[in-house]
């Protein structure tokens, strides 16, 4: 089955950095677009950044844009999350997430109802 384990999270103070890393089993990783999702206490999950198969165009929530970075490494069936200039307000559960097996055409998405896997998920937390 699919598994999505992600890393990569931590306790930095607002304006520093993180890299969350999810490594991906049990699917044909190249085939599919991939999305970044966050959860934070109290609040509904929120489609962050997702990316094409091939790693060409990306897709980013207005709140993040200009500092999250979404890549992947198809060789390494791995996906990253370049997180810079973190606030206080980017604290939450971060999740990778891939869509059902056999989904086609792949296509990005920042809705969680177009994904059917997910990881554990990697704590982020930002302090004033």
């Known amino acids: 089955q699919v598994q999505l384990v992600e890393s990569g999270g931590g306790s930095v103070q607002a304006g520093g950095s993180l890299r969350l890393s999810c490594a991906a089993s049990?699917?044909?990783?190249?085939?599919?677009?991939m999305g970044w999702f966050r959860q934070a206490p109290g609040k509904g999950r929120e489609g962050v950044a997702s990316?094409?198969?091939?790693?060409?165009?990306?897709l980013y929530a207005d709140s993040v844009k200009g500092r999250f970075t979404i890549s992947r490494d198809n060789a390494k069936n791995t996906l990253y999350l370049q997180m810079n200039s973190l606030k206080p307000e980017d604290t939450a559960l971060y999740y990778c997430?891939?869509?059902?097996?056999?989904?086609?055409?792949?296509?990005?998405?920042?809705?969680?109802?177009?994904?059917?896997?997910w990881g554990q998920g990697t704590q982020v937390t930002v302090s004033a």
């Open positions: 049990g699917l044909t990783f190249r085939n599919y677009a």
């Open positions: 997430a891939s869509p059902p097996v056999g989904t086609w055409p792949p296509t990005t998405s920042l809705r969680s109802t177009d994904f059917r896997n």
């Open positions: 990316i094409y198969t091939g790693g060409d165009t990306t």
